[in-house]
């Protein structure tokens, strides 16, 4: 089959600079691709690189799609390199569409995410409003001492309401003696007497921390997340290997070809929670089309980020 290939670079701004351990973050960009076989049949697709998360840069991943010619194969979509996971979902997940292999996605539970720091102390109500009950907090940015109290404040507001629960997301911005100090607090608080739950604790330490991570659930009744630590295939399968066996944040956009996601996901077993990278909703369908399919836990997706953007919901 003959594919003709067209692409188009987008951007756009947050309402507010998202705040994370990263740094601040004002605009996403990305590239939209368009594939067209003989018939006329299209399919969408979408390049959303993180490269602070370990993905390609949206420069390498415009310099691969300006280096393809107009007509493409789908020999050479399954042959992207693995240096290039962005541009694999981006391609694959349109040829997947191309193919017809378009399902409606099921209604998942998603989880909203909150500003960063004392900021989200008076966004949770309005997230809650909107039927959301898991909420997602950035932490790792302020002082520990600072967070630790807000963090206080935070769960006896929101266990004030049946059925909330918090995920604590620090971008790997905290140190050991940090993370032991706030898995301590939030096993207390999980553990009191309402049904407010800190679900997990998202990248506390740095990627190359590891150990110290797989120490932290030892101590503790509170789960940590790998978020940064396991972006791509690669990633996750080197932090299995390496005994890790907590929760896997997958970001579909940035971890690779789904097709390869999908083996590695059923051959390890994973415990994984979806995640957005802010794409558009081109990026987001496959993304959650995948994670419907794979994801067998009852954990939210993390794609409550459309309120982050102007003109959307
Ligand atoms: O996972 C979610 O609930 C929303 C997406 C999200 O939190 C992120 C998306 C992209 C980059 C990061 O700033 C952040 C994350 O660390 O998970
Ligand atoms: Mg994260």
Avoid at 207 to 229: Q, R, W
Avoid at 245 to 258: D, H, L, T, Y
Avoid at 266 to 290: R, Y
Wanted: overall charge negative.
């Amino acid at each position: 089959m003959t594919i003709k290939f067209k692409f188009n670079k987008y951007s756009r701004r947050f309402k507010q600079p998202l705040k994370t351990h990263h740094g601040l973050w004002g605009v996403r960009e990305g590239i939209i691709i368009e594939l067209m076989d003989e018939k006329g049949k299209v399919g969408w697709g979408e390049i959303a690189p993180l490269s602070w998360f370990g993905s390609e840069t949206l420069r390498e991943a415009m310099d691969f799609c300006e280096s393809l010619p107009g007509i493409i194969t789908e020999n050479l979509i399954f042959s992207i390199p693995m240096s290039l996971p962005a541009c694999q979902f981006g391609l694959e997940s349109a040829l997947t569409q191309l193919q017809g292999n378009d399902e409606e996605i099921p209604k998942l539970e998603n989880s909203g995410l909150l500003p960063t720091g004392k900021a989200g102390l008076s966004a949770w109500k309005d997230l809650v409003n909107r039927g959301y009950t898991t909420l997602k907090w950035k932490i790792g940015v302020d002082s520990i001492d600072n967070e630790l109290n807000w963090l206080e404040i935070l769960a006896s507001q929101m266990s004030e309401i049946q059925g909330l629960s918090l995920r604590l997301d620090a971008n790997g911005g905290l140190n050991f003696a940090e993370s032991d100090r706030l898995l301590d607090i939030c096993d207390r608080i999980s553990l009191g007497d309402t049904s407010f739950k800190i679900e997990f604790l998202e990248q506390p330490l740095g990627v190359n921390e590891l150990e110290g991570m797989l120490a932290l659930t030892k101590g503790h009744l509170t789960s940590i997340a790998l978020d940064e630590s396991v972006a791509t295939l690669t990633q996750i399968n080197q932090c299995y290997q390496q005994g890790w066996r907590g929760i896997f944040v997958i970001k579909p956009a940035i971890v690779g070809s789904p097709k390869q996601l999908r083996k590695l996901y059923h051959t390890l077993g994973i415990d994984g929670v979806f995640s957005s990278v802010f794409e558009t909703e081109i990026g987001q369908k496959a993304s959650l089309q995948l994670a419907a399919e794979l994801c067998q836990s009852h954990r939210a997706v993390g794609f409550g980020i459309n309120h982050w953007f102007v003109d959307t919901d």
